[in-house]
């Protein structure tokens, strides 16, 4: 389980370096163009343009909230990934799930294409914006959306292998929706589909149609004791050939 767990964060560490890049540019260009600006207050001071002044101080003022937005965003993707990393404490936290998918899904595809340039699909989401935060413990959550959508993504990579030069659009769509006080999450893909002989075994602890040591055979079934756990379900739908959806649905709780 420890090793499984080690293997998803591993999976997410390149993903997690291209999206903390992202906000550090924004506060490396806004400190840069920031310091540009006293120059020119303190030549404008000794000027006495005050007028001059006021606006170079409102760009001041502009460019730090910028700078807190982007280092604060950085920070939230780092406490997310100590929060993957650690041991869970059992505690459940309100949560919002499309936030949490949204942020998982990034860094599954991001994490994806630094290991393999080659990589490419298409991601899409449909969020129910009427979801309210719900009661969950967010790290284990996370772990069952992100394997999910790298079973999902690994799916569409296999069948664009297989129809290469063809015209096969690789697509993984992550929809969430409420419904009869649940939270419903959906991981579909476009991919090669799941063979009924397989089927009936993806639960079991061990059973893995990945490759020797690129698989622990463990997601699937920690994923299904999560969700289980939570008062929830995981279900698959799948059609050879066609695609998968996995979906599972939790509590609408506040508790």
Known sequence: IQSEKMASLGELTAGIAHEIQNPLNFVNNF??????????????VDKGNTDEVKIIAEDLVGNLEKIHHHGQRAADIVKGMLQHSRKSDGKKELTDINALCDEYLRLAYHGLRAKDKSFNAKFETQFDDSISKINVMPQEIGRVILNLI????????????DTAGGSYDPTVTVTTKKENGKVII???????????????????????????????????????????AHGGELKVETKEGEGTVFTFQLPDTFN
Not at 34 to 40: A, N, R, V, W, Y
Not at 150 to 161: L, P
């Open 31 to 44: 400190s840069d163009v920031s310091s540009d600006l006293l120059k020119e207050l303190i030549d404008e």
């Open 186 to 228: 959906a991981v579909a893909d476009n991919g090669t589909g799941i063979p009924q002989k397989t089927l009936d075994k993806i639960f079991q602890p061990f059973f893995t149609t990945k490759p020797t040591g690129q698989g622990t055979g463990l997601g699937l079934s920690l994923s299904y004791d999560i969700v289980k």
């Open 150 to 161: 790298n079973n999902a993504f690994y799916a569409v990579s296999a069948k664009a292998s």
